[in-house]
């Protein structure tokens, strides 16, 4: 099972930014591909982004285009989630996942094919 951790949440204004981290401390990333996924409340967990931190690939959903940047800085071995221009329509708990046999497009479309840990509170409200 690959445990990773997420933090970087909080209360935010609409328009505001945060920056998610997603880490691992007992493995590298390196070889996987990594997945930001969200559950708002009252509905189903979704993926958001996707990257392949070997190629750098990334997959993003239509709902977060232009608003969200994820990039890897493998020397940290850490996933980030940079999230911009905050709707409350972006509430929820974020998750992050590994998955070492996908692609960034596939993965973001399986969000109920992973186990998570805690999460992430990010709270858009003014």
């Known amino acids: 099972q690959v445990k990773l951790v997420e933090s970087g949440g909080g209360l935010v204004q609409p328009g505001g930014s945060l920056r998610l981290s997603c880490t691992a401390s007992?493995?590298?990333?390196?070889?996987?591909?990594i997945g930001w996924f969200r559950q708002a409340p009252g509905k189903e967990r979704e993926g958001v982004s996707c990257?392949?931190?070997?190629?750098?690939?990334?997959y993003y959903a239509d709902s977060v285009k232009g608003r969200f940047a994820i990039s890897r800085d493998r020397a940290k071995n850490t996933i980030y989630l940079q999230i911009n221009s905050l709707k409350p329509e972006d509430t929820g708990v974020y998750y992050c996942?590994?998955?070492?046999?996908?692609?960034?497009?596939?993965?973001?479309?399986?969000?109920?094919?992973?186990?998570y840990g805690q999460g992430t509170q990010v709270t858009v409200s003014s």
């Open positions: 996942a590994a998955d070492g046999l996908t692609n960034v497009q596939a993965m973001c479309h399986a969000a109920g094919r992973y186990d």
């Open positions: 007992e493995f590298s990333l390196d070889y996987y591909y």
């Open positions: 990257i392949g931190v070997g190629d750098g690939i990334t």
